[in-house]
């Protein structure tokens, strides 16, 4: 009889094993044990432990697969690509870079975790390279993800390395890829066809997703997108409103929720200060560092220290000052600058700023700030020098007209000449944009007509004519500068100007003459009857004016209004002033009773002889007492006004309360 054979104990484990794999139940923790069981009856199972791997990272337990891979050396050969996913899941992109770059023949995937990692690391141009391969050597299920991803690199590049990048001419299968191609046209400034590609996108993130939340959260990114394009085109209003229905929806990315707070604290500025306080929390929220890219960072940090400057809290700006060390000392001088005149100390602020320029490493944005520092100081002298050491720029129009203006101010008409020619002479030179030499040709011949230099006008003027012959304006200001000073060549100049009925063109003289110099707007727009246009009367002559008859008006009459009763006469006098009127009697108080000290008795000024109103003895009061003159009656309005001033008296309050 034949011997039995031993029974393989993990045949059942593995059938058990791929009954999950074909539920796609890949995450159920009795995967755990039954590979567990598998590793103790052979350590060396190298299927067993991947399956172990997988189990872990559909669970979400990253750090574990990790810890598993580094205790079983001998097992994770194969497992490379894993473990850069779980690092990438950790957000240990600098670690998972090192573990795709140690693969010797990466596959599709492993490029496509690689593309993931270079976009994270901010490394666009070697992300575009991957994903323009994955997706011209790939055709699978996948192929609109990666060619959304794609969009989103080219967006990328442009907006945060100010890349020049050129529109693929990919289809727009979704709304995320039409949103991407809007923030390619805002990073080449093309604001108004960006704003109809969002509205595009809007339309269908609307149709492809059913979820009431992730709609919100989507269409939030929009809205938000949106309205920094507003922000851009200058229509803040519109911008604060969108950003303030997306903090209001509370979206549950905290990246959105962050830049949305950190754009309406910029709109706000000094203004509105409880509300950016509060925005203020939402931009420093744990676990924005993954979330946002570095430059978003500096801008929300730079976007703080502007706002604790603003608040004057000194010591809250200072700390955020020490987050901006990596974005270049230019900016860490300009607020420490700002900080130090913000706290009255402007000897320190024109020492850092001075020795900041003086190092030579000082841009252009330090040297205007130096500028405006001096011009708040009232130094305008000082704020010129600054603005003439700005190089290049100093030639550009806006600079022209600061210091031309500063100049003019100070009525030192020469060097605001001085400036002017300079800087007409290096576009002549350099050659600049023709249409900023026009501007600075054309403002030069302004200020100098204006000062009275009109034979260094006619040269400028001479060179606008010869960029422009036709200019009918330039001809003009030609022959009335050369009037000044050579009446010959004004004159032969006056006869290449058009005739009078070339520039009159179909003025009708006549209807002008005939207009009256009294009409108004109104009259104008109704239409004034010309002088042939006389309404006449229809029988005479034809000579006389039809004058309009005056329409009158109805009499408005009250609703109980009878005819048959005679009006009363006195309805348009006061109800006191009537016949029929009877006042109601007062009752007046005794005078006297119970006032004065204890024992007085009342009436003791009628008993005393000594006053001069009682009559001596033996005189007869009748013949010496002269009779009183007749008082005039008040009438009822006067006494309504003085029951009115006493029943005021009467309701007047004492003050001071007890």
């Known amino acids: 009889m034949a011997a039995r054979q031993p029974k393989d104990k993990t045949t059942p484990l593995y059938t058990e094993l791929n009954r999950y794999k074909l539920n796609g139940d890949l995450?159920?923790?009795?995967?755990?044990?039954?590979?567990?069981?598998?590793?103790?009856?052979?350590?060396?199972?190298?299927?067993?432990?991947?399956?172990?791997?997988?189990?872990?990272?559909?669970?979400?337990?990253?750090?574990?697969?990790i810890k598993e891979i580094a205790n079983h050396p001998n097992l994770s050969s194969g497992l490379m690509f894993e473990k850069a996913y779980c690092q990438y899941r950790l957000n240990k992109i600098s670690e998972a870079l090192k573990t795709?770059?140690?693969?010797?023949n990466p596959d599709a995937k492993v490029n496509e975790l690689l593309g993931q990692v270079l976009y994270r690391l901010e490394e666009y141009s070697e992300c575009f390279d991957v994903y323009r391969d994955l997706v011209k050597n790939n055709s699978d299920d996948f192929d609109e993800e990666r060619s959304t991803n794609l969009s989103a690199v080219l967006a990328a590049m442009q907006m945060w390395n100010a890349q020049e990048c050129e529109d693929l001419g990919l289809d727009e299968a979704n709304y995320e890829m039409s949103f991407n191609k809007a923030s390619l046209l805002a990073g080449k400034g093309k604001l108004k066809e960006a704003l109809e590609e969002l509205d595009h996108a809007e339309e269908l993130c609307k149709e492809s997703l059913d979820e009431e939340d992730d709609e919100e959260l989507e269409l939030g990114v929009i809205r938000v997108q949106r309205g920094y394009i507003l922000q851009l085109m200058g229509k803040n209003d519109e911008a604060l409103a969108l950003y303030n229905q997306v903090v209001k929806a509370r979206p549950g990315e905290l990246g959105l929720l962050a830049v949305a707070s950190n754009n309406i604290i910029s709109i706000n500025k000094d203004q509105n200060v409880f509300d950016s306080k509060k925005k203020v929390k939402a931009t420093q929220a744990n676990g924005l560092e993954n979330k946002l890219t570095k430059k978003q960072?500096?801008?929300?940090?730079?976007?703080?220290?502007?706002?604790?400057?603003?608040?004057?809290?000194?010591?809250?700006?200072?700390?955020?000052?020490?987050?901006?060390?990596?974005?270049?000392?230019?900016?860490?001088?300009?607020?420490?600058?700002?900080?130090f005149a913000r706290e009255k100390r402007y000897d320190k602020a024109f020492e850092r700023l001075q020795d900041h320029i003086s190092s030579g490493n000082a841009s252009v944005h330090v040297k205007l700030s130096l500028a405006q520092l001096h011009l708040s100081q009232g130094h305008v002298s000082e704020a010129c020098d600054a603005l003439k050491s700005l190089g290049e720029t100093q030639y550009s129009p806006g600079v022209v007209s600061t210091l031309v203006a500063l100049y003019t101010n100070t009525e030192d008409?020469?060097?605001?000449?001085?400036?002017?020619?300079?800087?007409?002479?290096?576009?002549?030179?350099?050659?600049?944009?023709?249409?900023?030499?026009?501007?600075?040709?054309?403002e030069s011949t302004d200020f100098k007509?204006?000062?009275?230099?009109?034979?260094?006008?006619?040269?400028?003027?001479?060179?606008?004519?010869?960029?422009?012959?036709?200019?009918?304006?330039?001809?003009?200001?030609l022959i009335?500068?050369?009037?000044?000073?050579?009446?010959?060549?004004?004159?032969?100049?006056?006869?290449?100007?058009?005739?009078?009925?070339?520039?009159?063109?179909?003025?009708?003289?006549?209807?002008?003459?005939?207009?009256?110099?009294?009409?108004?707007?109104?009259?104008?727009?109704?239409?004034?009857?010309?002088?042939?246009?006389?309404?006449?009367?229809?029988?005479?002559?034809?000579?006389?004016?039809?004058?309009?008859?005056?329409?009158?008006?109805?009499?408005?009459?009250?609703?109980?209004?009878?005819?048959?009763?005679?009006?009363?006469?006195?309805?348009?006098?006061?109800?006191?002033?009537?016949?029929?009127?009877r006042a109601r009697k007062k009752y007046k108080k005794q005078t006297g009773v119970g006032k004065g000290t204890q024992g007085a008795t009342a009436g003791t000024s009628e008993m005393d002889a000594s006053g001069p109103s009682s009559p001596k003895p033996g005189s007869n009061s009748s013949s010496n007492t002269a009779s009183p003159a007749p008082q005039k009656q008040p009438g009822p309005r006067q006494k309504q006004q003085a029951q009115g001033g006493a029943r005021k008296k009467q309701k007047k309050k004492k003050k001071g309360g007890w």
């Open 413 to 442: 008409v020469d060097s605001a000449l001085e400036v002017l020619d300079n800087a007409v002479s290096w576009y002549k030179t350099h050659g600049g944009p023709e249409k900023q030499l026009n501007t600075l040709l054309r």
């Open 297 to 339: 960072h500096s801008i929300l940090t730079y976007n703080r220290c502007l706002f604790y400057l603003y608040t004057n809290q000194f010591e809250s700006c200072r700390k955020q000052m020490k987050q901006l060390e990596d974005e270049g000392e230019d900016t860490l001088v300009v607020i420490e600058s700002a900080l």
């Open 27 to 65: 995450s159920n923790p009795r995967i755990i044990s039954v590979t567990t069981r598998l590793l103790k009856l052979n350590r060396e199972d190298e299927v067993a432990f991947k399956c172990k791997i997988v189990c872990l990272i559909h669970q979400s337990e990253f750090t574990q697969a």
């Open 480 to 581: 009335s500068a050369y009037s000044k000073f050579d009446p010959g060549r004004a004159q032969e100049l006056s006869h290449q100007l058009p005739s009078v009925t070339e520039l009159s063109g179909n003025i009708d003289v006549d209807a002008l003459e005939s207009t009256p110099l009294s009409v108004t707007t109104r009259q104008l727009k109704k239409g004034v009857p010309q002088a042939d246009e006389t309404p006449l009367s229809p029988g005479g002559g034809g000579t006389e004016i039809i004058k309009k008859k005056k329409k009158k008006r109805k009499p408005k009459l009250p609703k109980n209004y009878d005819p048959s009763v005679t009006p009363d006469t006195e309805r348009w006098l006061p109800m006191r002033e009537r016949a029929a009127f």
């Open 100 to 104: 795709l770059r140690a693969i010797s």
């Open 449 to 477: 007509l204006r000062h009275g230099h009109s034979k260094a006008a006619t040269t400028l003027l001479e060179d606008l004519r010869k960029a422009n012959p036709g200019d009918i304006k330039t001809l003009a200001q």
